[in-house]
Nanobody, 120 residues
């Protein structure tokens, strides 16, 4: 059983900052890519940022220069530092991880989501 548990969401004023964390636990052999997605009301879930096991990052154009993704492989944890937040960043943020539960068995896992609300 694998779990991804997010924390750090909340309500913040425009221009403020939040830091999201996501810890993976359970029967994990190794973790490849990790990332953050978000879903605004009435919209599809979209990629916000992703990071490979080696630290290569990828960002949505809308967050470049404002958000920073990082990970601690020893703790199986991924972080998202969000600065200069805008009302359009509002949504439910989901953690995602591609990981192996054995040498050959790979799966894609999601957290339960954490709400981020940015007021104007």
């Amino acid at each position: 059983q694998v779990q991804l548990v997010e924390s750090g969401g909340g309500l913040v004023q425009a221009g403020g900052s939040l830091r999201l964390s996501c810890a993976a636990s359970g029967s994990i052999f190794s973790i490849n890519g990790m990332g953050w997605y978000r879903q605004a009301p009435g919209k599809q879930r979209e990629l916000v940022a992703a990071i490979s096991r080696g630290g290569v990052t990828n960002y949505a154009d809308s967050v470049k220069g404002r958000f920073t993704i990082s990970r601690d492989n020893a703790k199986n944890t991924v972080y998202l530092q969000m600065n200069s937040l805008k009302p359009e960043d509002t949504g439910v943020y989901y953690c995602n991880a591609e990981l192996f539960i054995s040498l050959t068995r790979r799966g894609n896992y999601w957290g339960q989501g954490t709400q981020v609300t940015v007021s104007s």
